[in-house]
Every structure is written in C-alpha cells, then in structure tokens.
C-alpha cells in the first residue's frame, strides 16, 4: 500500500495533520519519509535489450545540501518537462527548474519544525486530497495526480498554470474501471496528446490501463496488456508506448505499446545501498531517434526511518538514453 514519500503509491511524504488544509503554515505529525517497502514481483514481461539502453547520468538533490534547503523534498513524487525546463512535484507542491536543474519557482514550502505552506489549494485540500503524485504537461498546463492518504480512494487531476505553478481552478474526479473505480487509481496520470486521451493505472497489481477522455478526463475504456504490472509510479507518452516506472521488486523501467497492450521491461534501475523507492518518470527526445529517459529513485543510504535532518537522505535522478540502430 502506498504511503506518503510515494507517488501512487509510494510517497516521500509526511503525514501532514489536516490543518494543511487552510492556508496557513501546518504542523506536521512527523518529519520521516515513509516508503512503502512491501512491493511484490507477479510480472514476467519481455525483456528488451539491455544494451540498447545506457546509463549516462545521475543528478542527486539532497534534503540537506545546502542546510535546510529541502531540495530533494520538492523533487520526491513526479517529474516532467517541455524540453526547455523541468517540472517537479513533491506531496503537497510543484516546482519549476531551469535545463541545469536549479530552481527557478515553487508554489509550496516546508520547514522545519514541520512548517508547510501547501501548494495544494483549500478547496481541495478541504476534500482531503492531499497528495500530488507524477505528474504531465502538456500546451501550457501540469496535469498533476491528487488522492487522498487516507485511503487512496479519492482520486483527481488538478490542472495548474505551467508559467507560474498557480491552480487554474479545474480539477476533475479520476475513475476507474469497474473492476477497481476507486481503490488507488491515482498515483500518476499521463496526457496523449495524440490521440487525446489520459492515461492511469491502480496502484496493484493488474493488467490493465485506464484510458480518459480528455479534457473531462471521464473514463473511456481500460487497455489490456499482456503482462500484470504493480505499483506504478509514473508514466509518460512517447509515440505508440507509454513508459513506467515501477516500485517493484526489480524497480524496472516498462513500457506498454497502446495499441496492442504488449508489455516490455526496459532496464532495471540501480541498487545503491540503503532504502529506496522509485518514483516518477520524464521522456526527452534528443537528436535522431534518441530518447531520453529520466527517473527518480528517493535514497535513504542510511535507513535513518527517512529522516529529514540525515545529510546523507536524498532523490537520484537517473538519466538513460537510448539510440536506435
């Protein structure tokens, strides 16, 4: 089951009393991140070519470099980029980075002893939605993932302004397929602009992915793919394929084609020591056929119970590039 440093289902996060749901600075109940460390394997996709995929980078955002900074904090839920710059969300906020991953704006704050100004807005906080996932962009707007901690049973996009990170005052209801229309159905949410479509898949394991119509994001259909997946993370859309990253066991890298459903796993992340827990995913084209894959794994090399104060207690960012032949 998620938990808050989690996107979907994972969350870095803090389990923020209910009094962030005004406006105010809000005292938290706790100041550790909580990882969800329960994933279970039931997938066997195809594996791609592992060669054709290389490791160029990992750019590493620690909570406390400089002191008190929280950097790694506002990178710890979702990532995604309109080729110029970078879109960060963390629990309660978004954050704007220039191409050198410097911050350049955000619309929420956090300092201790457990200070947190949200970027959430009441109205939705008031509906106990306090929980920003992976998030997308697309023609001007972050499309960000909202659920509840309570549960995961409440989920929504909420759509901000991608200039300044303001809520344009839209945020619609997510549900799923009948089988599951509640239960987790919000850790991420993907935007084709292609065909128009949303994209969502629960939190457990299953082998299918909500389809919404846009810009309602009411449901449309569900995609079979031929291989069960769980815990997702964060998706985006490239072409005929939605990439994800996963919280599994093997924390893989997949991608799924949405035309036919068949599943591949790309490439495993790595393993650096401590706890871990992957996150969001961006795509980048580059020149040729090169894509880019970028995704975030939240670091506890010391299991220090994800503690904000540990120097050490950062997000990796993982920079993968592929080159077709």
């Known amino acids: ?69 929280f950097t790694g904090l506002y990178r710890s839920q979702g990532i995604a980029t309109d080729s110029r710059r970078w879109f960060f969300s963390w629990q309660y906020g978004l954050e704007i980075a220039d191409n050198k991953f410097q911050s350049v704006r955000r619309n929420s704050s956090f300092q201790l002893p457990m200070n947190l100004v949200p970027g959430i807005p009441t109205s939705l906080l008031a509906q106990g939605l306090n929980h920003i996932g992976d998030i997308d962009y697309y023609n001007g707007i972050i499309y960000a993932s909202l659920d509840t901690t309570s549960g995961y049973t409440n989920g929504h996009v909420a ?12 945020s619609y209801p997510l549900t799923g397929a009948p089988s599951n229309p509640h239960k987790d159905v919000a850790s991420w949410v993907a935007v084709d602009a292609k065909r128009h479509y949303g994209y969502g898949k629960e939190w457990q ?24 997946l769980e815990n997702i993370q964060g998706a985006k859309v490239h072409g005929d394929w939605l990439y994800m990253s996963s919280n599994n066991t093997t924390q893989s890298v997949y991608r799924v084609n949405l035309i036919n459903g068949h599943v591949q796993e790309l490439f495993r992340l790595p393993t650096p020591v401590g706890d871990r827990e992957v996150e969001g995913i961006a795509l980048r084209e580059g020149p040729g056929d090169e894509l880019n894959v970028y995704v975030e794994m939240v670091v506890d090399p010391d299991r220090s119970g994800q503690n904000f104060t540990n120097p050490n207690l950062h997000v990796s960012l993982y920079h993968y590039r592929h080159e077709a032949r």
């Not at 070519?49 to 160029?56: C, G, N």
């Not at 759509?159 to 839209?170: C, I, K, R």
Request: proline residues 8%; negative net charge; glycine residues 2%.
């Open 159 to 170: 759509l901000y302004n991608a200039s300044d990170l303001t809520y344009t005052g839209v």
């Open 1 to 69: 089951m998620p938990t808050p440093f989690r996107c979907s289902p994972s969350s870095l996060l803090l389990a923020f009393a209910m009094a962030a749901a005004f406006n105010a600075p809000a005292q938290a109940a706790t100041h550790r991140l909580q990882l969800d460390l329960d994933a279970r394997d039931h997938s066997h996709p195809e594996q791609a070519t592992a060669e054709d995929w290389k490791l160029v980078d990992e750019q590493q955002f620690f909570l406390q470099t400089p002191p008190n900074s």
């Open 205 to 228: 394991s299953g082998n299918t992915i909500n389809v919404y119509n846009l810009p309602d994001w009411s449901f449309n259909r569900t995609i079979t793919m031929d291989t069960a």
